[in-house]
C-alpha cells in the first residue's frame, strides 16, 4: 500500500461559500455535497496569526471521479485577497480537473463562461483554463482514471500546479516524503500553453504522477494524481500567502486522502519533513470525521492530509460509515461509493 490514496480535496478560501458552491456545480459538476460545517479552527492558529478563528466549510464532490472542493469562507473575519498570480510564484498556481476529453469539455465549459483555447502541455495532450471570479485558475487536463465509465466526462480534482523556488528539492519532497514517485516530464524552456504573455519566458517545469493501485477505501473514487511543479527562471517570484491566513481567499491547501496517516507521520520524519500540525485523532467535521495533519513543502506550501474515520453515505437516513471499525486496507465496493451520489445538490 502506498502512503497516499489520491486528492480528497483542494481548499479554496472565498467570502461567498454558497456562490462558490454553486459555481463550482455548474462549471464542473461539483455538486455531491459530502458536508456543510461551521466551527471554530482552533487546531490552525499558527496560520491564523494566532488566533482561533471560525469558519464555514463545504465539501463537494463530482461523482464521475477525482476529489472534491473543500469550499472554506472565514465567519469571524473578512478573507483577505492575495496577488494576482503569475506562473512560479510560490503556492498553488493551479487546480487540475481531469477529463478524457478536454476538447470537448472546453466546449461545454465555454457555453457558460469564458474559458482559454485548448492548449498542448509537454507531454503531448490537451489542456484549458477557466478562471473564477476570484480569479483562481482551473486547469482541466487530460486523465484516464475514472470511477464511472463513460465516452466522455468531466471529472473532479486530480493535482495542481504549485509554483517553487527549486525544482530537484521540490521532487525529492514529493517523491520521498509523499511517494508521488513518477516524473512523467521533466523540461525546461518557453511554453505556449501558459497563455500569451508568459510565451517569451522562461520556466522550468516537472510533472510527477502517482498511478493509484486501488487498495484503501476510496482509491478507486478518486483515482491518479498529477502535481505539476513550475519554476519561473526570469525572474523573482512572489509567495502567494505571504503575509496572509489560511483561510484567505485563493487556494488555501491541497488536500491527499492518506490510509495511514501515522505510517506516513514516521516517512515524513524520515525524511526530516515535519508535520506542523496534527489532529492527533479523531477531528469531527460535523457529518464526517478523521484524523488530520499539514506539512509544508520546501516553500511553505500547505498540503494537507486527511485519515478518513467516518463520512455520510446517505445522510438523509443517517447511513454513515465508520472507517475506524471497517479498516483502511481495502477499497469500498464501487455501489456503496455511488451511493453517495444520492446526496446531490440540484438548482
Known amino acids: 500500500m502506498g502512503f497516499v490514496s489520491g486528492i480528497q480535496q483542494v481548499g479554496i478560501g472565498c467570502s461567498d461559500s454558497p456562490a ?6 455548474k462549471t464542473f459538476g461539483v455538486d455531491v455535497q459530502i458536508f456543510d460545517d461551521e466551527a471554530p479552527a482552533p487546531l490552525m492558529t499558527k496560520y491564523t496569526g494566532g488566533v482561533v478563528q471560525s469558519r464555514r466549510a463545504i465539501l463537494a464532490m463530482n461523482m464521475n471521479g477525482g476529489g472534491g472542493a473543500e469550499i472554506w469562507q472565514f465567519t469571524s473575519r473578512k478573507g483577505e485577497k492575495g496577488p494576482a498570480m503569475q506562473w512560479g510564484d510560490l503556492g ?7 477529463s478524457n476529453a478536454p476538447q470537448t469539455a472546453q466546449q461545454e465549459i465555454a457555453l457558460l463562461q469564458n474559458c482559454s483555447s485548448i492548449q498542448i502541455d509537454p507531454r503531448g495532450k490537451e489542456n484549458f483554463l477557466v478562471q473564477d471570479d476570484d480569479n483562481n485558475t482551473y486547469q482541466v487536463v487530460y486523465d484516464g482514471s475514472w470511477f464511472k465509465n463513460k465516452i466522455f466526462m468531466q471529472g473532479g480534482f486530480c493535482g495542481a500546479v504549485i509554483g517553487v523556488s527549486n525544482v530537484d528539492i521540490s521532487i525529492a519532497f514529493y517523491q520521498n516524503g509523499l511517494g508521488i514517485n513518477e516524473i512523467v516530464y521533466d523540461v525546461t524552456g518557453t511554453f505556449n500553453d501558459l497563455g500569451e504573455q508568459y510565451k517569451n519566458q522562461t520556466f522550468r517545469r516537472a510533472l510527477l504522477r ?5 487498495t484503501a477505501p476510496f482509491s478507486k473514487l478518486l483515482g491518479d494524481i498529477q502535481i505539476e511543479l513550475i519554476q519561473c527562471l526570469d525572474r523573482v517570484p512572489v509567495k502567494l500567502f505571504e503575509n496572509r491566513f489560511w483561510g484567505d481567499l485563493g487556494f488555501i491547501h491541497l488536500c491527499l486522502d492518506v490510509p495511514n496517516l501515522e505510517r506516513l507521520k514516521v516517512n515524513l ?3 526530516r519533513y515535519p508535520l506542523t500540525v496534527d489532529s492527533g485523532d479523531t477531528f469531527d467535521m460535523g457529518e464526517s470525521g478523521g484524523r488530520f495533519a499539514y506539512v509544508e513543502d520546501p516553500d511553505g506550501t500547505l498540503i494537507e492530509m486527511v485519515e478518513t474515520h467516518k463520512v455520510p453515505i446517505l445522510k438523509k437516513f443517517g447511513w454513515y460509515l465508520d472507517l475506524k471499525k471497517r479498516g483502511q486496507n481495502k477499497p469500498l465496493p464501487s455501489w456503496m461509493l455511488s ?5 446531490k445538490i440540484k438548482d
Do not use: D, E, Q, S
Open 210 to 214: 502517482y498511478k493509484n493501485p486501488n
Open 339 to 343: 451511493l453517495m451520489g444520492l446526496n
Open 269 to 271: 520524519n524520515k525524511f
Open 20 to 25: 462558490k458552491f454553486k459555481w463550482l456545480r
Open 92 to 98: 498553488i498556481n493551479a487546480v487540475k480537473l481531469k
